[in-house]
């Protein structure tokens, strides 16, 4: 049932789409439903391009007929719609499960707006029960860990880490590796998200913090559009 209120999400923010629009086109599962939507709007005449995310996400697009173009071509985007992992009243989003994190973040940044499209089940009254995802470098990734530690503590956090992959690391697409953090909750979004900045090694996080503009969440009752509340 999850998987038909994604795709009802995904079909409900395709209505933005207006032809001619330069498209950021996120990466995982709900971002998929909206793809193949895409395509299909495509393949009745809706002139778009699309700029992805992820190689997985070029992939699909390319094997669907979307026309594609990357960020240095089209470097300012109208919107782009991918999914969330967690987001709140705020639209503050936990972002990265499906290891795309960066790219996301960016080209998100690149666009006028962004669309979150989820299952209601996403909605949290405070984020954190989905492990927060932490893009670094290979290099020094013990080092790296060990201040990502001291700076949890700081917040009053004895947080669990794992290496994505364990033995056999994950790699992003930028040939990273992701650090996932358990921390249950997360009380100042804005505070960890410097702190982990801060921090060298540390790429990104998978935090979007006044980045979202609109979510459309699905469930039981039908598809619900979000602001940010103030």
């Known amino acids: 049932m999850s998987d038909d209120f994604k795709r009802l999400a995904a079909v409900s923010a395709l209505e933005e789409v207006r032809n001619g629009m330069r498209l950021g086109i996120g990466t995982g599962s709900t971002a998929e439903h909206f793809v193949r939507a895409l395509a299909e709007r495509v393949a009745e005449g809706l002139e778009i391009v699309g700029v992805p995310t992820s190689e997985r996400t070029a992939s699909l697009c390319e094997s669907l007929g979307v026309p594609l173009a990357t960020l240095d071509s089209c470097p300012e985007l109208d919107l782009t719609v991918d999914g969330a992992d967690e987001l709140d009243a705020r639209l503050t989003l936990i972002k990265g499960g499906g290891g795309a994190l960066l790219r996301e973040k960016i080209v998100a940044r690149a666009s006028q707006r962004m669309l979150v499209i989820a299952d209601e089940s996403k909605q949290v009254a405070t984020l954190g029960a989905f492990p927060l995802p932490v893009e670094v470098v290979p290099f020094g990734l013990r080092a790296t860990r060990n201040a990502i530690e001291a700076a949890l503590a700081t917040f009053g956090h004895d947080a669990p880490i794992s290496l994505r992959g364990g033995d056999t690391p994950f790699v992003t697409d930028g040939q990273h590796h ?12 804005g505070a960890l998200s410097r702190a982990l900045l801060d921090i060298p090694g540390v790429v990104d996080h998978g935090l979007f913090i006044g980045i979202a503009d609109a979510a459309y969440l699905a469930g039981p009752g039908g598809v619900t559009r979000l602001v940010p509340v103030t």
């Not at 992701?178 to 979004?189: M, R, S, T, V, Y």
């Open 178 to 189: 992701i650090l996932d953090i358990e921390l249950g909750q997360i009380k100042d979004a």
